[in-house]
């Protein structure tokens, strides 16, 4: 994979997390001012740094961006955003660029101040290691985990207006959780040039259909942010026409692969499960069915068992507020028919329990009779693991 | 307790259910037509039961109810609403009424047809054995189980019109689960007499601050009925002003304390949890805050644990899609303020986590400043135990 040219990064610890084998902050530069774009938690409590990094994109001129683990600067109030605004004056010292150009991203535990001596010295180690190499990019990824059992990276590289351009995205989540911990967090880096708009356009087309698809717990967290960076040093022009849609193909790639790979990592998940839906009205009917079915905990249950439960499924369905017609649905699991327009069919429960069990990706799909539209959308299973990482904590 | 005049009850086993020790039909008549409401599921995946009785309530002349569990007659097509149409003539021929005068409850396994000749000869034996004493309303109530602890019921006296008049419910509900089980269940009679229109707007009324204000896994179910019958035989005159007043509240009291009933015998449940909301807007936005913190797994496994976690419940009621200034909420956890006016407070964390442990009941209470409206809603901590019951079962 080609690291896309122009960037430099980072992972240090700096005694934020408790565990000093594990890396708490990461920084990300760019050479020259990028474009940014961003896409944020629709939480109406949100962290400080969501609130910082809202008020700032899109950009025409980002350099850098500072993350730290092991605390969500969120339920904070004023001070919260002081210091927000003191971990990007922090930054941009210690990197050369101005405050203004500095994004910044934090994740962890709600309700305590971050600790500025430790993000101080930190964002001074870090930037002081900043480098071009896989092993930057490896420190970077896991100095913005929390309970993510590995880090997450997805590249892409394209030809576009007869260059090799890269697209590099790192993620971070593994469920709403982790004690205390909440949040899914991507930035995905180019060396191609976009226009502002472009950028943020693109960015929001693209995490519709990928991080806004996916769900562990549905609990949505204070501090979900993808930010989106490009900095032209390969494609000095913006990217227009068809290059552009080239360059949106591979964006989706990127963001999709890091998205899976959250519910891949959930907390206590057993299996990946893939829900198609298709067949609604509208893609958001479509959405709205998949959310529920992914949410159910009965669903979740049945999957954690191995139980082809299609009645779950198909019930789980009908509460989603959207209208349709019973008799025209269907249902298939690993790929056999369970359901087949409003009836159960005999099928081979041990041979598609066993298709559960022995994968660990398990594949649901819904078919309406309503229309076209149709989404796919990622989720868990639900096992005991996940409640006991989940109870057995203590404030 | 008084019983209500003029309804006989009886529950057998029938063998619907592998479990001889259990019953799992019940019948209940009334000497003289009654008025009759209902309140169905809103899953649009419903089953033959709810079709048939929806399309015959509101009434001013029902007889009988006749109740089967261990099988829910869902997904079953055409031939589920000939069998809920033949349930109903037998159970009028048996008991010497009109088959247009017959409900028909049935709770249990999705998608497998009725057996039909285990329902006829259910039918006939608690037929011969209906009886108006306690004994009679025990096995009527434990009949309509499935995989409840115990059997729901509540009762009312009031005095209107000069007369004491009894309300009396039954319910069942012990999560929308079961191994394939699905279903909250109730139907409350009285010896009031009511106007049908005020029968209906009544239930409506007290479905909408209880059965719809509890929640255990969120899981809508196929089969949800709440059914109403007042025969009139205490008070022939409709209920009407002061006298009408006086009935509706103690009809909620009945109504609350079998809801309540419901999260209170959850599968696996160590808590039943009280959410206050309050301050909002209208009672829509209080409703729809308190609806997504119950059905929040990491507010629940907090609870489990005995966690304090305000951070966890904060941010839920963030995602509830409800607008509020994050700076006037406040949140109190058994009586203790953990947040005030946007902020976390300093609180005693190993007290409010005894208090947790030690009591069956936990209290939210959940303050904004948008307004007066304020909701009660109920539901169950989320335990490994429910994973396991849910998870080890194979269809």
Same mark, same amino acid.
Request: glycine share 8%.
């Given at each position: 994979?080609?690291?896309?040219?122009?960037?430099?990064? !980072?992972?240090?610890?700096?005694?934020?997390?408790?565990?000093?084998? =594990?890396?708490?902050?990461?920084?990300?530069?760019?050479?020259?001012?990028?474009?940014?774009?961003?896409?944020?938690?629709?939480?109406? &409590?949100?962290?400080?740094?969501?609130?910082?990094?809202?008020?700032?994109?899109?950009?025409?001129?980002?350099?850098?961006?500072?993350?730290?683990?092991?605390n969500s600067n969120a339920c904070t109030g004023e001070r919260g955003e002081r210091d927000a605004a003191e971990m990007a004056r922090l930054a941009g010292a210690a990197?050369?660029?101005?405050e203004h150009e500095v994004l910044v991203l934090s994740t962890g535990l709600i309700g305590e101040f971050l600790p500025m001596d430790k993000i101080a010295s930190g964002?001074?180690?870090?930037?002081?290691?900043?480098? &071009?190499?896989?092993?930057?990019?490896?420190?970077?990824?896991?100095?913005?985990?929390?309970?993510?059992?590995?880090?997450?990276?997805?590249?892409?590289?394209?030809?576009?207006?007869?260059?090799?351009?890269?697209?590099?995205?790192?993620? =971070?989540?593994?469920?709403?959780?982790?004690?205390?911990?909440?949040?899914?967090?991507?930035?995905?880096?180019?060396?191609?040039?976009?226009?502002?708009?472009?950028?943020?356009?693109?960015?929001?087309?693209?995490?519709?259909?990928?991080?806004?698809?996916?769900?562990?717990?549905?609990?949505?967290?204070?501090?979900?942010?993808?930010?989106?960076?490009?900095?032209?040093?390969?494609?000095?022009?913006?990217?227009?026409?068809?290059?552009? =849609?080239?360059?949106?193909?591979?964006?989706?790639?990127?963001?999709?692969?890091?998205?899976?790979?959250?519910?891949?990592?959930?907390?206590?998940?057993?299996?990946?499960?893939?829900?198609?839906?298709?067949?609604?009205?509208?893609?958001?009917?479509?959405?709205? *069915?998949?959310?529920?079915?992914?949410?159910?905990?009965?669903?979740?249950?049945?999957?954690?068992?191995?139980?082809?439960?299609?009645?779950?499924?198909?019930?789980?369905?009908?509460?989603?507020?959207?209208?349709?017609?019973?008799?025209?649905?269907?249902?298939?699991?690993?790929?056999?028919?369970?359901?087949?327009?409003?009836?159960?069919?005999?099928?081979? !429960?041990?041979?598609?329990?066993?298709? *559960?069990?022995?994968?660990?990706?398990?594949?649901?799909?819904?078919?309406?009779?309503?229309?076209?539209?149709?989404?796919?959308?990622?989720?868990?299973?639900?096992?005991?693991?996940?409640?006991?990482?989940?109870?057995?904590?203590?404030?």
């Open positions: 994979m080609q690291l896309p040219r122009g960037f430099r990064m !980072a992972g240090v610890y700096c005694g934020i997390k408790r565990n000093p084998h =594990k890396l708490d902050l990461s920084l990300i530069v760019s050479d020259v001012p990028a474009v940014a774009a961003g896409v944020y938690t629709q939480n109406r &409590v949100f962290s400080a740094t969501v609130g910082y990094n809202r008020a700032r994109t899109p950009s025409g001129a980002i350099r850098a961006i500072a993350i730290n683990s092991g990197c050369g660029v101005s964002i001074r180690t870090a930037a002081e290691r900043l480098n &071009v190499t896989h092993e930057g990019l490896l420190s970077a990824a896991r100095g913005m985990l929390t309970t993510d059992t590995h880090e997450k990276i997805a590249g892409r590289n394209v030809i576009v207006d007869g260059t090799s351009i890269s697209i590099l995205g790192m993620a =971070k989540g593994a469920a709403m959780i982790g004690p205390n911990m909440a949040t899914m967090l991507a930035v995905i880096l180019t060396d191609a040039a976009l226009a502002v708009d472009d950028a943020q356009a693109l960015l929001s087309a693209v995490v519709d259909d990928s991080f806004n698809c996916i769900s562990v717990d549905g609990h949505m967290s204070t501090n979900d942010t993808v930010l989106f960076l490009a900095n032209g040093t390969q494609s000095r022009r913006a990217l227009a026409g068809g290059d552009l =849609k080239t360059f949106h193909a591979a964006l989706a790639e990127v963001a999709t692969e890091l998205a899976r790979a959250i519910p891949a990592d959930g907390e206590g998940a057993t299996h990946l499960v893939t829900i198609d839906v298709a067949g609604c009205a509208t893609r958001q009917d479509a959405y709205r *069915i998949a959310k529920v079915v992914a949410e159910s905990p009965l669903v979740k249950t049945a999957i954690a068992g191995g139980d082809p439960n299609w009645g779950r499924i198909v019930s789980a369905a009908g509460y989603a507020g959207i209208a349709f017609d019973p008799v025209g649905v269907s249902l298939d699991l690993n790929g056999t028919r369970l359901y087949e327009r409003g009836s159960p069919v005999a099928f081979d !429960a041990a041979a598609v329990s066993a298709s *559960i069990r022995q994968e660990r990706e398990t594949h649901i799909r819904l078919q309406f009779a309503e229309g076209s539209a149709s989404v796919r959308f990622w989720t868990t299973d639900l096992t005991a693991e996940y409640v006991r990482l989940n109870a057995d904590y203590h404030t």
